[in-house]
């Protein structure tokens, strides 16, 4: 028996990188995944390398809309029966302008992409994790505001935010 058997965990950006590893790992330990992902080759590669591709679903959607978020959690209930555990992996950042240097569209650009997405897919999950009984949320954020060689371009602790100062 696996530590997540009878879980049904719904993870995004589930078609590379951290997301990918998520989904496998979850799906390895038992849980029942759907991975989500608005890249339909990066999903079709998390299902043939999984290590548990029985478990594992996935479906394309773009968590930072709205309805993006509602058919992610829908095909977890509808593949699954509900939703216990929900991982917002979506995010990231492209090093190389200031705060200065955006416009006010890169801006929410990256806010809709690194903070919205979250929300969105809270917003969704929440009614249907609360009718499953229950269950846990996972938001997991870049290290880049630590600013160690890239960052976002609008992190306070980061030199290149400051030099326009």
């Not at 890169?106 to 994790?129: H, I, Q």
């Not at 870049?142 to 602790?157: I, K, N, Q, R, V």
Request: with cysteine.
């Amino acid at each position: 028996m696996g530590q997540l058997d009878g879980k049904i965990a719904l993870v995004t950006a589930g078609g590379g990188g951290i997301g990918q590893a998520t989904a496998w790992l979850l799906a390895e330990r038992g849980a029942s995944v759907i991975a989500a992902d608005i890249d339909a080759a990066g999903l079709d590669e998390t299902v043939r390398h999984s290590p548990a591709p029985d478990r594992l679903s996935t479906i394309v959607a773009d968590a930072t809309t709205l309805q993006g978020a509602q058919s992610a959690v829908a095909a977890a209930k509808a593949k699954f029966g509900g939703l216990s555990i929900l991982v917002n992996v979506v995010g990231g950042s492209k090093p190389g302008k200031t705060v200065v240097d955006l416009t006010p569209e890169e801006w929410d650009g990256w806010v809709r992409l690194n903070l919205t997405s979250a929300f969105l897919m809270c917003k969704a999950a929440l009614p249907v994790m609360a009718a499953s009984g229950g269950g846990s949320i996972v938001n997991i954020s870049s290290g880049a505001s630590e600013c160690l060689t890239t960052s976002p371009p609008w992190s306070p602790s980061c030199p290149a935010t400051t030099e326009h100062s």
